[in-house]
Every structure is written in C-alpha cells, then in structure tokens.
C-alpha cells in the first residue's frame, strides 16, 4: 500500500517518510521516486540506524582511515521472536514480502552501503520452508580504497545473537 499512498501524498507536496520495504516492486519504488521528484516534496524510507552515534563513528573512521585497511567484516543480529502480534501479518510472506532479511537485514545492509558503497552478495542461506525466513546467513564482498573486503552477516528471530557489527 506504500505506493498509491506516497504518490497521492507527494502530488499534494506532502513529505512521506515510508517503512521498509519501501514498496512491493521496483517499478512502485520508482514512482515514488518520481513522484517526490516531480513535486520536490521529501521522500525518506525508515532506515534509521544511520542517526544512531555508533554507526555514526565508524563511517567518520572509515573515511578517516583510523582503523587502516579493512581486512573483514562480521556481521551479527537478532534475538528470539518475543512481540506480541494481533495477526500473522510478519509470517505471511504474501504480506510480509520477507523475513529476518526484509525486516533487520535492511538495516544493516544500509549501513554498509553507507559504510562502504556497493555490496556484491556471495551466499545466501536461509530456514525458508514456504514462510519466511527466520534464520539466514549472507557471505559478501565490500570495497574498502579500492580493496575487496570479505563479510558474513548473520541474521535470526530464533536465537539471541551479540547484535554486533566487527571490523577487522
């Protein structure tokens, strides 16, 4: 429902500041775009873990060179599945359009797009047995000056993990 919300909002030069996913397919998401485009109102997605101090720091010592050259990245986030629901919308993937990826791996891939630039996806494992995942692990390469850099993020709503990202 994002879409035909945003877009009726931005014609009317109102700001939208939208959830993840930002829409159901690539074509909505740029029309969003053109729409905010088109009316130079704002449009933002809710990726909010670039406000927070720590992220915050390691992008100025990324770009500072404080840590000298980057040789990995290890990745882990998640915690047992504890909210309370009224429905089954989070594991309905007609609903849901994904997992622990969708919901907190967005996040986090946003930091190191932010951190790093471009991302290029090794592996991906996941439990998806015909839900959504609730478990995965993503191998990938960044570049750090020019250099490819090895990552492993790990993701779960079953098991409480150090919730942690580590440069080496």
């Not at 996806?121 to 692990?137: F, N, Q, S, T």
């Amino acid at each position: 429902l994002h879409a035909p919300v945003a877009i009726d909002f931005l014609d009317r030069t109102i700001p939208v500041l939208v959830e993840k996913p930002m829409a159901g397919n690539t074509a909505d998401a740029e029309a969003m775009v053109a729409a905010s485009r088109a009316s130079g109102t704002a449009l933002a997605v809710a990726l909010v873990f670039r406000l927070c101090p720590g992220p915050r720091l390691i992008k100025q010592a990324l770009e500072q060179g404080w840590l000298g050259p980057v040789e990995q990245v290890t990745i882990e986030w998640g915690a047992m599945f504890e909210w309370p629901v009224a429905s089954g919308y989070a594991f309905d993937p007609q609903q849901a359009a994904g997992g622990v990826l969708l919901d907190a791996g967005s996040h986090i891939v946003d930091l190191l797009l932010w951190w790093f630039g471009a991302i290029t996806i090794r592996e991906y494992a996941d439990d998806w047995l015909g839900g959504v995942e609730a478990d995965c692990v993503v191998s990938f390469v960044v570049s750090e000056r020019s250099r490819p850099v090895p990552g492993t993020m790990t993701l779960s709503r079953l098991r409480n993990l150090r919730n942690t990202v580590r440069i080496v």
